[in-house]
């Protein structure tokens, strides 16, 4: 007995219909009445949208399908479509590159906007504007800097990559970034307790005593005389 097994057929041009659908399709080529041949593309139509009977109201769904018969055939089949027959070179249009711009980044651990905002600094006139603007940017990098290394950078280190990055345009106050704390992710340390002083849940738990309203329970002073 001859085995045929899908690998050895060959390739379906849309196998979301399926094989059958194909080979009705191959079916068609064959008829030489080109009257039969279009009667019979009709009916392929029509089991294609029975397929997927919730797409009927959908808008263009039989002109999908027209095109769908003319793909499955290989735009090799010639019948009277009520719509314009699609061509190989319409549904093979190979798509415009895209164009990337290869920059390098100085400082991947800070993102590339960082230092675009610090060299746009270099344009404003305020001091005061600068200098919070130089704040919050530190900071920001501290905390890219924390997430990329799992430690908190030097506040040197900050400044120099501010230098370097600003090429020398802006003033950066060594002072008050030295100054400089992010709460930002930072361990949380307990404080520390004095010696000897334990804390409230370690407290050696006092034994209780019950009174006088306990004793008549008491099995001892259950057949007492009253």
Do not use: C
Not at 5 to 15: C, E, Q
Not at 120 to 133: I, K, N, S, T, Y
Not at 167 to 174: F, L, N
């Amino acid at each position: 007995m001859k085995k045929n097994y899908n690998y050895t057929r060959r390739k379906l041009f849309l196998p979301e219909y399926g094989r059958h659908i194909h080979e009705m399709i191959d079916s068609l080529l064959l008829i030489e009445d080109r009257r039969e041949r279009n009667r019979q593309a009709r009916a392929v139509i029509a089991v294609m949208g029975n397929l997927n009977p919730l797409l009927r109201d959908t808008a263009d769904f039989t002109h999908k399908l027209w095109d769908h018969l003319f793909i499955m055939s290989d735009f090799q089949l010639d019948v009277d479509s009520p719509y314009p027959q699609p061509s190989r070179g319409e549904l093979t249009v190979s798509p415009r590159p895209l164009v990337y711009r290869q920059s390098r980044i100085p400082y991947k651990h800070y993102g590339k906007y960082v230092g675009r905002m610090v060299r746009a600094l270099g344009d404003e006139m305020d001091p005061a504007r600068v200098a919070a603007a130089i704040d919050n940017i530190a900071r920001y990098m501290r905390a890219k800097s924390f997430e990329y290394n799992q430690e908190h950078p030097n506040n040197e280190v900050i400044v120099k990559d501010l230098r370097q990055m600003s090429e020398g345009a802006i003033r950066i106050d060594e002072t008050a970034l030295n100054n400089l704390r992010s709460d930002y992710k930072q361990h949380f340390s307990a404080p520390s307790r004095p010696k000897g002083l334990q804390p409230r849940n370690n407290r050696p738990q006092q034994k209780k005593t019950y009174g006088g309203n306990f004793r008549k329970n008491d099995a001892r002073y259950r057949n007492l005389p009253k």
